[in-house]
């Protein structure tokens, strides 16, 4: 940017010699006072009665801030027609060193808006006037598209906030551990800190809210009545759970685990996703099913029955003779 500063008073020597004024003398430096600094010694504002390329550059001057914001091929018109002009005034100077100055490959915003500014100290007072009510309205749209954009990244967190959060938590011991042998398979393949599964159980004639606790090996126990009737409606409409052992109690005949449970929306990505229902089975059944021979196990064991009873046979005859 182009300034201009006073040379003090030059001491002069010999009898007529007389001293030069402070405003005589101005020379150009570069700083950040160059414009304001510059006006208070030259009329660096362009007229609008000027005629000639003193009109044609505040013509430009209006056409590239019309916007209330310049761009680089404005910016590029304006220093090209300086190169190519010049003219008595200041202004002329003023501008072209502090596009000089300023301008770069990209042309950075502060510069922009440096550059902008001495438009407006140069331009006539039409000009800068329109200029500078264009540039304000400009960087209050701006400020309003930002705040905008605050509250709608807020909004958006909020949403994401809520659909992660979790909907319900429960504590409970797990109830019937001592029927259909569930005690073994918590023995067995329970441990603290294991991941269970909370399963809804159709068809229960003591609880139409029935659910299972259980884990890949088998049934650990069910969900006490006092929490069913509130985490089937849960389980029921597809949320996801995040289930886990969190203690297994000892002192009693059997173990009894501890269980916490959290359920997420369905679209929370968190937890895991509910198991299907399963049908009620009554326990004489289940006791059945767990003694009941392997699959396939049925004929291994009538062949060995058969070979038992042909071996008695073979002795008793040999004991015979």
């Not at 550059?57 to 761009?71: C, M, N």
């Not at 200041?90 to 808006?113: G, K």
């Not at 029927?179 to 809804?200: C, E, P």
Request: contains cysteine; neutral net charge; hydrophobic residues 40%.
């Amino acid at each position: 940017m182009l300034a201009f500063y006073s040379i003090g008073p030059v001491v002069a020597h010999g009898l007529n010699a007389e001293p030069v004024k402070r405003s005589a003398l101005l020379l150009p430096t570069f700083g950040p006072r160059t414009s304001s600094h510059m006006a208070k010694h030259f009329p660096i504002r362009l007229r609008a009665e000027d005629t000639g390329a003193a009109a044609d550059l505040a013509q430009l001057l209006a056409e590239v801030t019309r916007d209330g914001e310049l761009s680089d091929g404005g910016i590029l018109r304006l220093q090209q027609w300086l190169q190519a002009n010049d003219g008595p005034q200041p202004a002329f100077a003023s501008l072209r060193t502090t596009i000089d100055v300023l301008v770069a490959t990209p042309i950075s915003p502060a510069a922009l808006l440096a550059i902008h500014k001495a438009i407006e100290r140069v331009a006539p007072a039409s000009v800068r006037d329109a200029s500078q009510l264009a540039r304000a309205a400009r960087v209050a749209l701006a400020k309003e598209k930002q705040r905008e954009e605050r509250i709608e990244q807020d909004l958006r967190e909020r949403k994401e906030k809520a659909r992660r959060r979790p909907q319900y938590s429960a504590n409970f011991m797990v109830r019937g551990v001592g029927r259909s042998n569930r005690y073994v398979t918590i023995g067995r393949h329970l441990t603290i800190g294991q991941d269970v599964a909370l399963v809804r159980e159709l068809g229960n004639p003591h609880d139409e809210s029935a659910t299972l606790v259980c884990i890949p090996e088998g049934q650990l126990g069910y969900l006490p009545r006092e929490y069913a009737g509130e985490v089937s409606n849960f389980l029921d409409s597809g949320y996801r759970q995040h289930a886990r052992c969190s203690k297994i109690l000892t002192a009693g005949a059997h173990p009894i685990p501890i269980v916490d449970v959290t359920f997420y929306l369905s679209d929370s990505g968190l937890g895991v996703e509910t198991p299907p229902a399963r049908q009620f089975v009554p326990e004489e059944e289940q006791i059945a099913a767990s003694h009941s021979p392997a699959p396939g196990m049925g004929g291994v064991v009538l062949a060995a029955c058969i070979l038992c009873v042909i071996a008695v046979i073979v002795a008793l005859v040999a004991a015979a003779h």
